[in-house]
């Protein structure tokens, strides 16, 4: 499905990049940065793959890379200084399954993946645009929802969280609607999902008293 046009969920800002992201983005871009001109079938080669929306500084990232090597890890990111982040780690623990997307995910979805593609889809804590005027830039909106579906296989999992109470209340509304989704609780996780790594933006958030929300779907139809 095509999303009608939309104001972009982001707003590129030169942020600071430290010596050793720029590093690695000059040794590592050509390997683990994917062509967003290509479909994604050409650009992996196992059979199970997640997508890691906005994945900051990307613990959560190299987390699922270390804890699954028989999965392709594709990551999202616009800002250059997580990607290089990223990267950093990349080298520092020798990981092979992690291939980065550096453009907006929602025309790489549409253009570039086919259907049922996807095991897992994590999107933690994308910018929540609190005000009113601005809800409509947030990415997870009905009808991304239903890109998201699509690309996902039957039984693959989508993990939401965010720090943003009316952004969660407003996604919960979503799914109260859909007969595409079952609620699934934590616990019934595989064990590399329970166990994900605290992010940095999570300490942070956790130190000014911000309840962390969570939703995980499970697609059932």
């Not at 997508?51 to 699954?68: M, N, V």
């Not at 996807?118 to 601005?134: G, I």
């Not at 993990?159 to 996604?171: L, R």
């Amino acid at each position: 499905m095509l999303i009608k046009e939309r104001l972009k969920s982001y707003v590129l800002r030169k942020g600071r990049i430290t010596s050793n992201q720029k590093r690695a983005i000059e040794d590592l871009w050509d390997e683990f940065v994917l062509d967003s001109n290509k479909d994604l079938s050409d650009s992996y080669a196992k059979e199970a793959i997640a997508l890691d929306i906005g994945f900051g500084a990307g613990e959560t990232t190299s987390h699922l890379a270390k804890a699954k090597p028989e999965m392709t890890i594709l990551g999202a990111e616009v800002y250059l200084s997580g990607i290089g982040s990223l990267l950093s780690k990349i080298s520092e623990d020798r990981l092979e399954n992690i291939k980065i997307l550096n453009s907006d995910i929602v025309p790489f979805l549409e253009n570039n993946v086919q259907e049922c593609s996807f095991d897992l889809v994590l999107m933690f804590y994308p910018d929540p645009w609190p005000k009113r005027k601005h809800h409509k830039r947030r990415l997870l909106q009905k009808d991304f929802l239903e890109l998201l579906h699509s690309k996902l296989k039957k039984g693959g999992i989508f993990y939401f969280k965010t720090d943003w109470d009316h952004y969660f209340q407003e996604v919960n509304k979503i799914f109260l609607d859909e007969d595409k989704w079952q609620i699934i609780k934590k616990s019934d996780l595989e064990t590399y999902l329970i166990s994900l790594p605290e992010t940095s933006f999570e300490l942070k958030a956790l130190a000014s008293k911000r309840k962390l929300n969570e939703l995980i779907l499970k697609r059932i139809n």
